[in-house]
């Protein structure tokens, strides 16, 4: 476990503020905002091992990392709205004996797995559906 300094902790909090994916860029940008005189490269940094400690979840999208608060200590999946970034939390215990099956099957052991689920949400297919009617 790093050390936690105030740097990793202004980065903790902003990710818990957020409440979809967002880059490392666009985090520095609202510390700067705030008034921090955060670096990007500690931002980054410090998403990094939020990440690899369990304490935010990250995924690639568009050859970018994004990164949420997450859970800790709970092995979950995500639904992600493609338009708005809205992320729900999800347990999937098919998908996890799927996985165990499959590594079974071809004699794979200590398999991990990441899933997400993107979409659009209740508000957005709403919305979609009213542009699409006019």
Same mark, same amino acid.
């Given at each position: 476990?790093?050390?936690?300094?105030? #740097?990793?902790?202004?980065?903790? /909090?902003?990710?818990?503020?957020?409440? #979809?994916?967002?880059?490392?860029?666009?985090?520095?940008?609202?510390?700067?905002?705030?008034?921090?005189?955060?670096?990007?490269? /500690?931002?980054?940094?410090?998403?990094?091992?939020?990440?690899?400690?369990?304490?935010?979840?990250?995924?690639?999208?568009?050859?970018?990392?994004?990164?949420?608060?997450? /859970?800790?200590?709970?092995?979950?999946?995500?639904?992600?709205?493609?338009?708005?970034?809205?992320?729900?939390?999800?347990?999937?215990?098919?998908?996890?004996?799927?996985?165990?099956?499959?590594? /079974?099957?071809?004699?794979?052991?200590?398999?991990?797995?990441?899933?997400?689920?993107?979409?659009?949400?209740?508000?957005?297919?709403?919305?979609?559906?009213?542009?699409?009617?006019?």
């Amino acid at each position: 476990m790093k050390r936690n300094t105030w #740097q990793r902790e202004a980065v903790r /909090t902003a990710l818990a503020e957020s409440e #979809q994916f967002v880059s490392a860029q666009a985090l520095h940008a609202a510390l700067r905002e705030g008034g921090s005189p955060i670096g990007l490269a /500690t931002v980054y940094r410090a998403l990094t091992d939020l990440a690899d400690e369990g304490e935010a979840d990250s995924l690639q999208q568009e050859g970018e990392a994004l990164y949420r608060a997450c /859970t800790p200590g709970s092995h979950h999946h995500h639904l992600i709205c493609r338009s708005c970034g809205l992320t729900v939390e999800i347990g999937a215990d098919p998908v996890e004996e799927w996985a165990r099956q499959v590594a /079974t099957l071809h004699g794979f052991t200590r398999a991990e797995h990441v899933v997400d689920v993107f979409g659009l949400c209740e508000s957005c297919s709403r919305l979609q559906d009213s542009v699409d009617a006019s």
